[in-house]
């Protein structure tokens, strides 16, 4: 038996305009668009709709997501690994063709051997770190990495990435891109080929909104913007595309008026975090069958503002409904707008429904 909620709604029609607005964003900028689909699993529905839309490059965290596309879509697609691989994936990324980002010489080695073995040449990414100390070479490692590196006879250095705003939430700005501007054009000359310079992930949008021109950068690889029209590293909608897409409904469970008992010592929950009531004395909660196993309740957002997210457990939601003039009833259902790790945890989650709309 499959339970009917939770259930995540996606609607397609709201990616499909926010997908179209994009790729048409990109082609006057004179960028490729690079659809990032660990967000969703790289579940078939959307990567197909991204897929017919017009959009030929993948980008996954997950080599697993990777493949799944790959099953789905025809020959020629091109599929980018945007985590630096284990030892583990090696082999897989060489036989199936798949474009890693690396940040480490040890890696490319590897890559080299296995590519060598199997007759085959690998593209790669070199990973710049920009500033927000998640992956990527050293600025003063990189210049001798690139020359060793080029020297590689089964790897093909197909350009060099960064990523901002992801770990640090470092925002980029035109001085971070001038560098990696530079270091791309440096190595054309030098290797007198073009190389792709390919950047991410939303943050770039909002840096680039007024722009007419982009120089120098070659891709963008976006997430969020294309399912939730939202840049979290600036904690704004982006005007110009659409939110709403994705519903979370959940079942409510009970609804009584209660108090922590405020006598006793209190230690942190069984996520090892405090989650304080509101107000004094008794107040209504109501609790919802959805916890943290089945979405991330920092993002979540309630229609109704006079009912508060109190904190979540691995099965339950539990809200202050004391100030709402809302009447709610066991087994109601009602609904949230999801963020990006509530999105993401709602598919991770094998107790939600998915289900897609037009
Ligand atoms: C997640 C990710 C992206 C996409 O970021 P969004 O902010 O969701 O657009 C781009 N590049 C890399 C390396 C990522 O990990």
Redesign the pocket.
Known sequence: MGNTYPLLEVDLSVIKRNVDVLLQRCASWHLQL?A?T??FLADAPLVSLFYHSGIASF?D?NLENLLKIKNLLPPGIRLLF??LPMKEEIETIVVEGITP?VSHWETVEALNLEAKKRGKVVPIFL?LESGDAR?GFLPEEIEEMGDKISNFSHIHIEGI?S?L??LSGVLPDERILQRLVDFKEKWEKKWGRKIILS?????F?TLWEKEKEIKGVDEI???????LGN???RGKPIEWLEGGAFTLKAEIVEIKSKEPDRKRDKGFDAFGEINLPLGEGKRKRMILALGKQDSDEHQLCFADENAKIIGATSNYLVMDIEESDKIYQVGEVVQFQAG?GAVLRAFLSPYVRKAYHW
């Open positions: 690079v990032v660990k967000g980008a965290s945007i985590s980002f990973a992956e990435c990523t705003a992801c950047v991410g992930g939303t943050t949008l690889r976006l997430g969020e913007a294309l399912l840049d979290i590293s990006y």
